[in-house]
Each structure stands twice: as structure tokens, then as C-alpha cells.
């Protein structure tokens, strides 16, 4: 008992770094790319811990859940704008770009719609196939890791999808990636 207090108590700093580290990341773009990796790397770690500390399921559904009230907290101030500083958001002007109405606004709209739709949950499918098809163990082990993994692959898409500046070359990868799943899993039957 006293174990597994303690790995989710080290799971959950790890989790808190990782935010930390990904909030940091997100609030000033030029910061090293190694901070987002390492934010990512601490919350995956963080989710193992917990799902390793015993009942798996449940211990890594209470993970996720903890993971997104911790980043709720982070963000909830960003979500209200104070009447005192919505003039000087407002008279700021945008670092990048891809804010801009402009040449290629819609398009990019188009390649993150299609992205998000229609790729990203088929990458996520195709990815779980691919575990499903390839994981030891029985039956309903490989169910339950196969739908663990075609969410996990799918909220990754969406994150990858929407934060990137290119969204029609990111969309080009997820695709490619998805098709050499699909690939895979047809290879294994």
C-alpha cells in the first residue's frame, strides 16, 4: 500500500514537471524545442507510473484525469481577459503569421479540418490494427491495448495537426503514417 502511494506521488511530480515544462514551452515559443520533448517525455513517464502502481485501467484513467484538471489550472487564466488588458492584446501584434487572414488562411483551415476529421482518427485506427495484430497475450488484452493505442495515436494527430505552422505537410506525414500501418497490419494477415 505504502509502495503505491509512494510511485503515484512520483508519478504525479513527474506529471506536474512535464506540464510545467509544456506551459513554459507553450507561453514562450523560443524556448528550446528539448523543453516540449522533455514536458512529453515526463508526462508519458508520469501516466506509466501510475498505471505501473497497480489496477492499471483505473490507475491510468485517474492519471489522465488529473493530467487534465493540472493543465485546465495552468490555462484557466488565459481564458478571461480583463477589460484592462484586452486593449493591449488587442493593439499587439502577432508573431506568427498563420494568425492572419490572408493568402492561404483557408486553405490552411482546410488541411487542419481534414486532418482532424478524416486523418488523424484513421492513423489512430490503423495504428491500433497494427498493435492488435502484432501484440502477444490474449485476446482481450490486445482489444484493450488496441483501443488504449488508436486514442492515444489520434490525440497525438490532432496536437501535431493543429499546432503546426504547415498543416498541409503535417497532414502529408500523419497520411503517409497511417497508410504504412494500414500497410503493416495487411502484411501481418
Known amino acids: 500500500m505504502t509502495t503505491t502511494i509512494l510511485i503515484r506521488l512520483i508519478?504525479?511530480?513527474?506529471?506536474?514537471?512535464?506540464?510545467?515544462?509544456?506551459?513554459l514551452r507553450w507561453?514562450?515559443?523560443?524556448?528550446?524545442?528539448?523543453?516540449?520533448?522533455?514536458?512529453?517525455?515526463l508526462v508519458m513517464a508520469g501516466l506509466a507510473g501510475w498505471a505501473a502502481s497497480g489496477q492499471g485501467d483505473v490507475a491510468l484513467s485517474d492519471a489522465a484525469v488529473l493530467v487534465m484538471v493540472l493543465a485546465l489550472a495552468a490555462i484557466a487564466g488565459h481564458a478571461v481577459t480583463l477589460p484592462a488588458t484586452a486593449k493591449t492584446m488587442r493593439d499587439r501584434k502577432s508573431d506568427n503569421d498563420n494568425l492572419a487572414l490572408g493568402r492561404g488562411y483557408w486553405g490552411r483551415v482546410a488541411a487542419?479540418?481534414?486532418?482532424?476529421?478524416?486523418?488523424?482518427?484513421?492513423?489512430?485506427?490503423?495504428?491500433?490494427?497494427?498493435?492488435?495484430a502484432w501484440?502477444?497475450?490474449?485476446?482481450?488484452?490486445?482489444?484493450m491495448l488496441m483501443a488504449t493505442?488508436?486514442?492515444?495515436?489520434?490525440?497525438?494527430a490532432w496536437v501535431l495537426q493543429l499546432m503546426s505552422p504547415r498543416p498541409w505537410r503535417m497532414l502529408?506525414?500523419?497520411?503517409?503514417?497511417?497508410?504504412?500501418?494500414?500497410?503493416?497490419v495487411e502484411l501481418s494477415l
Open 112 to 132: 487542419r479540418l481534414l486532418g482532424c476529421v478524416v486523418v488523424a482518427p484513421a492513423a489512430g485506427l490503423a495504428a491500433g490494427a497494427l498493435i492488435r
Open 11 to 23: 508519478a504525479s511530480l513527474g506529471l506536474c514537471l512535464g506540464l510545467a515544462l509544456l506551459y
Open 27 to 41: 507561453r514562450d515559443p523560443r524556448c528550446a524545442s528539448r523543453w516540449a520533448l522533455g514536458g512529453w517525455a
Open 149 to 156: 493505442i488508436a486514442l492515444l495515436v489520434t490525440a497525438v
Open 135 to 143: 501484440a502477444p497475450g490474449d485476446e482481450a488484452s490486445r482489444l
Open 172 to 184: 502529408g506525414l500523419v497520411t503517409v503514417t497511417a497508410a504504412i500501418a494500414a500497410g503493416l
